[in-house]
């Protein structure tokens, strides 16, 4: 099992940038390969980005491609989401999650942080 933990969150203004980490302990994080999703009130939880094992692999949701970036160092077992460029409509409860494949659909993922709550304002 992998355990997750999510950082990095808060309040921010429009425009700004924000940096969520993902702090991974038990079984080796660098077999998995890792997503962020996102899910604000009254809204189905949404595809942010995704990660292979190695990071040789990196894929986007449409409404981040170009503003966020994900990566990850496996030797601290650790996974980054880079968000630039913040809209108030980025503003979502960021959650981390660990796979054996990268995926865009949240039901392939086993394992879930708590999550972090981003808020950005206008």
């Known amino acids: 099992q992998v355990q997750l933990v999510e950082s990095g969150g808060g309040l921010v203004q429009a425009g700004e940038s924000l940096k969520l980490s993902c702090a991974a302990s038990?079984?080796?994080?660098?077999?998995?390969?890792m997503g962020w999703f996102r899910q604000a009130p009254g809204k189905e939880r949404e595809f942010v980005a995704a990660?292979?094992?190695?990071?040789?692999?990196?894929i986007y949701g449409d409404s981040v491609k170009g503003r966020f970036t994900i990566s990850r160092d496996n030797t601290k077992n650790t996974g980054y989401l880079l968000m630039s460029s913040l809209t108030p409509e980025d503003t979502a409860v960021y959650y981390c999650?660990?796979?054996?494949?990268?995926?865009?659909?949240?039901?392939?993922?086993?394992?879930w942080g708590r999550g972090t709550q981003v808020t950005v304002s206008s």
């Open positions: 990660i292979s094992w190695d990071s040789h692999i990196t």
């Open positions: 038990g079984r080796a994080f660098s077999s998995y390969a």
């Open positions: 999650a660990a796979n054996d494949f990268y995926d865009n659909d949240y039901r392939s993922y086993s394992y």
